[in-house]
């Protein structure tokens, strides 16, 4: 079992940052994958930004160059550090975790992020 804690939302004019923060119970270092995926009202949930745990990285073409996701394996965290944020960036921000290809899916309980004037 997997359990993941995310921090760091909340409510950011456009054009504004914010770190988001997901803390795991175990060790991270040899976890397959982890990843933040975000779900706006009325629609499906959608992978945001994934890395692997040799650190390659993958992200949805509407953050490239905006979003970066990091991990800290000393504090079995990851990061999604996001700036210039849009309105259409508001969602739910749940953190993700595979330990292995065929592993199940665990889940962090979500953390709001609203980009609004």
């Known amino acids: 079992q997997v359990q993941l804690v995310e921090s760091g939302g909340g409510l950011v004019q456009p054009g504004g940052s914010l770190r988001l923060s997901c803390a795991a119970s175990?060790?991270?270092?040899?976890?397959?994958?982890m990843g933040w995926y975000r779900q706006a009202p009325g629609k499906q949930r959608e992978l945001v930004a994934r890395?692997?745990?040799?650190?390659?990285?993958a992200y949805a073409d509407s953050v490239k160059g905006r979003f970066t996701i990091s991990r800290d394996n000393a504090k079995n965290t990851i990061y999604l550090q996001m700036n210039d944020l849009k309105p259409e960036d508001t969602a739910i921000y749940y953190c993700?975790?595979?330990?292995?290809?065929?592993?199940?899916?665990?889940w962090g309980q979500g953390t709001q992020v609203t980009a609004s004037s």
């Open positions: 993700n975790a595979k330990t292995g290809i065929l592993s199940p899916d665990y």
């Open positions: 175990v060790s991270i270092f040899s976890i397959y994958a």
């Open positions: 890395i692997s745990r040799t650190g390659t990285t």
